[in-house]
């Protein structure tokens, strides 16, 4: 059984940090391109950042996280993790991991993923 597990959301103030991390079992993990969105009230999904399967050695970032957001993979643990700084209360958001099955490229498509985990919430007040 496919499984995304998203794990270390919560409640931090403007300037703080979160570890966001996405355990997965039930298919093949390297080959796999992991991404995180968002989805805050009212608003449509978005892209936040992207991991190239296999080494994971390419990311995209959206452009309102660059410089404060790190994506990340440990494909021993079958894990990918989100490390967020310099939160902002725009950044509140329910957070999603994602997988899409191919693995060349870094999707920034919602609709090119095609396993996904329950969600997270992340709240930065101000």
């Known amino acids: 059984q496919v499984q995304l597990v998203e794990s270390g959301g919560g409640l931090v103030q403007a300037g703080g940090s979160l570890r966001l991390s996405c355990a997965a079992s039930g298919f093949t993990f390297t080959t796999y391109t992991m991404g995180w969105f968002r989805q805050a009230p009212g608003k449509e999904r978005e892209f936040v950042a992207g991991i190239l399967g296999r080494s994971g050695g390419v990311t995209v970032y959206a452009d309102s996280v660059k410089g404060r957001f790190t994506i990340s993979r440990d494909n021993a643990k079958k894990t990918v993790f989100l490390q967020m700084n310099s939160l902002k209360p725009e950044d509140t958001a329910v957070y999603y991991c994602?997988?899409?099955?191919?693995?060349?490229?870094?999707?920034?498509?919602?609709?090119?993923?095609?396993?996904w985990g329950r969600g997270t919430q992340v709240t930065v007040s101000s």
């Open positions: 994602a997988a899409d099955g191919n693995f060349m490229v870094v999707s920034e498509k919602d609709k090119d993923y095609d396993r």
